[in-house]
Antibody, heavy 120, light 108 residues
C-alpha cells in the first residue's frame, strides 16, 4: 500500500525558510496530485498547495507569495518551501495524495504529519 | 476565514443517527469530501464525491448534497465515531481547495 512520510526540521527561526520533503513509497508518484496541508494547533486543516507529478503547481492564494513546491520523480519525493516564516506558520504539516478521478480535494492518502515550530 | 461553514460541535446518543453539515457557495458547483480526524492522528477520508466511500470505511457513513449544503450522515453511532469531522471542496475560483472549520462529534 502507498505510504507517505514527511521529513524536515522541527524548528525554524522566524524570517527563515521552512523546508519539508515527502517521500512516496509502495506506489508510483505518477498520475497523481501531491498536496501539502497544514494544521495549526487546535485549528482545522489549511491547504497550502499541490504539485502534479509533471511539475505543474497551484498554491493557496493566501500563501502563494511565500510558497514553492518541487517534485523529483526519480526519488519519488516532492518538497515544500515556505519563506519568511512567522510564528503563525507553526503547525503540523501533512503531505497528501489526490487525483482528478476522485477529485482534487479527495485526499485519500496522508502522511503521519510532522510538527514544525517557528521560534527564536 | 473559511469559505465552508460547519457547526463547531454536535452530539449524538450511542446507536442513534447524526447529520453533520457543511455550507458554502462552492458546494453548488464542486464535490465535497469528508474527513474524520481522531486526536493526534492524520485526517482520514470517509466519503467523497456523490457518496463514495473508500474501502474499509463503514457503510454507516453516507454523504449527500443539496444546493449549497453538503451533509455527512452517521447511522448507529458508535463510541469510535467520536472525532473531529472536516468537509472540503474546491474554492470559489475552482483552482484551490478549502476546508471547513470542523465539527467535533461527541457520542453520549
Amino acid at each position: 500500500q502507498v505510504h507517505l512520510q514527511e521529513s524536515g526540521p522541527g524548528l525554524v527561526r522566524p524570517a527563515e525558510t521552512l523546508s519539508l520533503t515527502c517521500t512516496v513509497s509502495g506506489g508510483s508518484i505518477g498520475s497523481y496530485y501531491w498536496s501539502w496541508i497544514r494544521q495549526p494547533p487546535g485549528k482545522g486543516p489549511e491547504w497550502i498547495g499541490y504539485i502534479y507529478y509533471r511539475g505543474g503547481t497551484n498554491y493557496n492564494p493566501s500563501l502563494s507569495s511565500r510558497v514553492s513546491m518541487s517534485v523529483d520523480v526519480s526519488m519519488s519525493q516532492f518538497s515544500l518551501a515556505v519563506g519568511s516564516v512567522t510564528t503563525a506558520d507553526t503547525a503540523v504539516y501533512y503531505c497528501a495524495r489526490s487525483n482528478r478521478g476522485r477529485g482534487l480535494n479527495a485526499f485519500d492518502i496522508w502522511g503521519q504529519g510532522t510538527v514544525v515550530a517557528v521560534s527564536s | 476565514s473559511s469559505e465552508l461553514t460547519q457547526d463547531p460541535a454536535v452530539s449524538v446518543a450511542l446507536g442513534q443517527t447524526v447529520k453533520i453539515t457543511c455550507q458554502g457557495d462552492s458546494l453548488r458547483y464542486y464535490s465535497t469530501s469528508w474527513f474524520q480526524q481522531r486526536p493526534g492522528q492524520a485526517p482520514v477520508v470517509v466519503a467523497f464525491g456523490k457518496n463514495y466511500r473508500p474501502s474499509g470505511i463503514s457503510d454507516r457513513f453516507s454523504a449527500s448534497n443539496s444546493g449549497n449544503t453538503a451533509s455527512l450522515t452517521i447511522t448507529e453511532a458508535q463510541a469510535e465515531d467520536e472525532a473531529d469531522y472536516y468537509c472540503n471542496s474546491r474554492d470559489s475560483s475552482g483552482d484551490g481547495v478549502v476546508f471547513g472549520g470542523g465539527t467535533r462529534l461527541t457520542v453520549l
